[in-house]
């Protein structure tokens, strides 16, 4: 992770960058008490629940008012910290997580936070009740009991050894909600704020804002350090003008180079832009029940017919995009090098004769003049750049295709409900980890966000063997094997990853830029410059 600040030379009128310090800019100051942090986010959640959710719409202005068994110390990412959890240990076999919370933890009508509230969190997570959506349920399946011996303490005894489990439970989607509430009904979350996190709710107006305001009895001493916060639901040019006016200090999930360089151009020293590399990707997947994308040949060509390696450099220029890589985030160990990459349908380098294929394979099902519908988010970044490039890319092989952008819920819903025939979908977590980033390619019957519809005993057995695989190199292989069959059969095909650039006011301290726009949101340490 690279965090540089760039300062304006007036001069000049160049842009500066500078090494990131031995110490976050922040940790070298006192944090002071007061102000309303006013931040942008260009879309609104489509429900409140965090547990049915993928989209940073509902996290950003969310988060804060929720707790989590443990989170990321985001300036040491990866390494995790108590949240709720005070302190914890794992025995020596990997099978049993136990916790002790917070005494003092309260939700935000005043009554404690205890084990049983922890334990039908994770029962809703991972054994929801009908109606109930849980996105990560495959995530938890390893987990047999919860026991909750006092109010102070719960264990989860595990059916069979995760290594990533212990980073799980730091997820930011984990929020702990009121077992009370849950008994008497178990889809409030939906509708519903009330959490023990640093900030109350105050409102939601629908296409404008979300206010929320210090809780004074929040369980970290001194913390929140804000009076509260405002997020505006704004888009596009939009969010600049916001930063650049000082309407907003800072917009949590990214901007553009070129965004980037107008911020630095207009306000110099009073600009900070933090940066680095990003757990996220937007990948295309065809919905298997409809045809002819039930044939893996149609789909093996629509994936081949990308030329991501011509693609990337320029996309890289306009869009939050500039990585080329398979299921996995590039550089990550655990992800495929350029070599493998490159023998895997849609990664060569020799973009004509993968056209040729794709041309012959679409040809061979009947389909050399098909014509479909791709459905998109009307989020300009980096939804519609990276689906108007995918949409030429299909052209140059004779394919015709209608570009359908839709607002983030009727978009969600299309995805969800079926309604599709290819999507530009995403493929976002808070951590890199096979465990989280497979989730999508698994079945239909495993995973609720295969929105492909398909169901592939094969991916489903890989994705356990590398689950429980305790050798690097064995696991490196069964995750070679996974993403090899996915590319092959094409049913979800991934596009260019992220690059994650954070330009905002030098007012705003105590939040760090990580690789993942969903963590690190609960702002209890984050304050403002007076």
Not at 78 to 100: I, M, R
Not at 411 to 433: I, K, P
Request: proline share 6%; charged share 20%.
């Amino acid at each position: 992770m690279t965090t540089y600040c760039l300062r304006l030379a007036v001069a000049f009128g160049a842009i500066a960058a500078l090494g990131a310090a031995a110490l976050p800019l922040a940790a070298q100051e006192t944090p002071k008490r007061g102000g309303t942090l006013s931040f942008a986010v260009n879309a609104e959640p489509p429900n409140y629940d965090c547990h049915a959710s993928t989209t940073f719409a509902l996290v950003h202005p969310i988060a804060p008012h929720y707790s989590t068994l443990l989170k990321f110390d985001a300036p040491k990412y990866p390494a995790v910290t108590g949240d709720l959890a005070e302190s914890w240990n794992v025995s020596p076999d990997g099978l049993t997580y136990s916790f002790k919370l917070r005494a003092n933890a309260k939700f935000h009508d005043g009554s404690p936070v205890t084990s049983a509230d922890v334990k039908a969190t994770y029962d809703r997570l991972r054994n929801p009740a009908p109606g109930v959506v849980s996105i990560r349920k495959a995530l938890y399946e390893d987990i047999g009991t919860i026991d909750t011996p006092d109010a102070t303490t719960v264990i989860f005894r595990l059916k069979a050894a995760n290594a990533s489990m212990l980073q799980t439970f730091a997820s930011p989607w984990d929020c702990i909600y009121s077992a009370k509430k849950l008994a008497e009904n178990p889809k409030y979350p939906e509708t519903t704020i009330f959490g023990s996190g640093p900030f109350t709710f105050v409102e939601h107006v629908r296409g404008s804002h979300w206010v929320g305001k210090r809780f004074d009895s929040y369980y970290i001493k001194d913390q929140p350090y804000l009076d509260g916060y405002k997020a505006v639901f704004i888009s596009g040019a939009a969010i600049i003008n916001a930063i650049q006016g000082g309407q907003v200090a800072i917009e949590f999930r990214g901007q553009t180079p070129a965004e980037r360089d107008r911020l630095a151009a207009a306000m110099g020293d009073k600009l900070r832009v933090q940066e680095g590399s990003w757990t996220c990707n937007l990948v295309i997947g065809f919905n298997t029940e409809k045809k002819p994308f039930d044939d893996a040949r149609v789909r093996r060509a629509l994936n081949m017919a990308l030329d991501r390696w011509g693609g990337a450099p320029g996309l890289s220029k306009i869009a939050i995009v500039r990585d080329v890589g398979g299921l996995l985030r590039p550089g990550y160990s655990l992800a495929a090098s350029e070599e493998e990459l490159v023998k895997m349908p849609g990664f060569s380098k020799d973009a004509r004769a993968s056209r040729a294929e794709a041309q012959r394979l679409l040809k061979e099902a009947g389909q050399d003049k098909l014509k479909f519908k791709l459905t998109n988010r009307n989020i300009p970044m980096p939804y519609s750049p990276v689906g108007v490039w995918a949409i030429d890319q299909w052209r140059q092989i004779g394919i015709e295709v209608e570009h359908q952008q839709l607002e983030s819920r009727l978009y969600l819903n299309a995805l969800s409900s079926g309604n599709y025939e290819a999507g530009m979908d995403f493929n976002c977590d808070f951590m890199d980890e096979p465990n989280l980033q497979l989730l999508k390619y698994l079945s239909a019957a495993k995973s609720p966000i295969n929105y492909g519809r398909y169901n592939d005993a094969k991916l489903d057995d890989l994705y356990e063997k590398q689950k429980r695989a305790t050798d690097p190199k064995a696991r490196y292989a069964l995750v070679r094997e996974f993403e090899r069959h996915v590319l092959d059969q094409s049913y979800t095909v991934p596009t260019i990853w992220y690059h994650r650039i954070i330009a905002h006011s030098t007012q705003v301290k105590g939040w760090y830029v990580t690789p993942s726009h969903y963590i690190h949101q609960e702002l209890a340490g984050v304050w403002l410059a007076q």
